[in-house]
């Protein structure tokens, strides 16, 4: 099964970014995407903070691993958490 990665950056309030990628199915729409990314920030405790249409771009497709299988199977992404995430 192929995947879509979305390259994800969002700026927190201490001027830092968050650095993650979204994954999906292919056949995820973007907005779809967005309110995922949006619920990993509140899942983080990033209160305020949102993913904009510039924040997040599609990257590329790749073959899915198995760590993200069952994530994407249950949930419907899969956060690559990159820089400034934890």
């Not at 700026?11 to 199915?25: E, L, Q, R």
């Not at 907005?31 to 924040?55: H, M, P």
Request: net charge negative.
């Amino acid at each position: 099964m192929e995947v879509a990665v979305f390259d994800t950056y969002v700026k927190k309030k201490d001027g830092g970014y968050m650095h993650f990628d979204i994954i999906v199915t292919k056949e995820t729409g973007f907005e779809q995407v967005r309110e995922f990314g949006n619920a990993y920030l509140l899942s983080k405790s990033s209160t305020g903070l949102f993913i904009s249409q510039k924040d997040c771009r599609f990257c590329h497709v790749t073959d899915i691993i198995p760590r993200w299988e069952e994530q994407i199977r249950r949930q419907g992404y899969y956060i690559h958490e990159l820089e400034g995430c934890h």
